[in-house]
């Protein structure tokens, strides 16, 4: 068995690959209760988290061939936008590798809304390079940590106009990133220098749904991207 593994900045994110390609969640439990037949293991990580080690030392102790995946110039057709490769977080890289091979629109934008959010623009076989800015949760956290008169609550937070706090922050933190992704595709088009060119937005991560449900945009949720590009390095 062949599994694949994302270690972001907060969680480790395992798949494997089935007989037919096919890519299956697997958690950290059914990782170690089926360590014992597992061939190979794939990772790209922006994090090397306690639990990450943890986890290459069971695999040299169960003989797995480990491979990580760092950034290149370029992988097959696709070039890197960033002018020194190895400060592209691979996470990023591999999620646009996944698009890439998914989805056949000239223009690719690429949302990973996690911890952090990230952008990434592909135009056509060319990663443009992209945006980084605090994800949903942090950029509440962030005003939280600074303001003692703000806080947070799950429970009431309905509001699209907040008239109370916890609206008023968890709404203008979701669309300050919903009017970041629709300012990232009117700046890309001008980019690609085309109005007739085919636009998909692409998102992934812990808050992709709620994005998605927010945008005016129409965009697609695709959990598996970065697993996606893992795929390519077996
Ligand atoms: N139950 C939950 N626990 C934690 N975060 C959640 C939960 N449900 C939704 N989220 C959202 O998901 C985001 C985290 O996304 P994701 O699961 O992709 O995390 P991550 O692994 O830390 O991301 P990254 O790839 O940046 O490391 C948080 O910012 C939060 O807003
Ligand atoms: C931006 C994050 C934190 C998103 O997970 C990651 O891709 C990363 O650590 N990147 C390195 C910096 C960069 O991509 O320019
Ligand atoms: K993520």
Redesign the pocket.
Known sequence: MVVLLDA??TNVKLAYVTDDDEIKRLTLADFYQSITSVDKLIYGS?NDSSELKEILTACIDNNITVKKVEVTPSFNNLICG?NVVA??????WLATIGARLTYSENILIIV?A???I?LDICINQEHKGGW?APGLMLMQQSIIDKAPGVFTNESINSEIFGTDTPSALFHGSLYALVAMIEKGVELAKKLANEDECSLSIILTGGDAAILNSHLSLNSDVNHDLVFLGLQQFI
């Open positions: 972001g900045n922006v960033y400060n592209l977080g691979v996470d990023r990973d996690g911890t952090a990230t980084i």
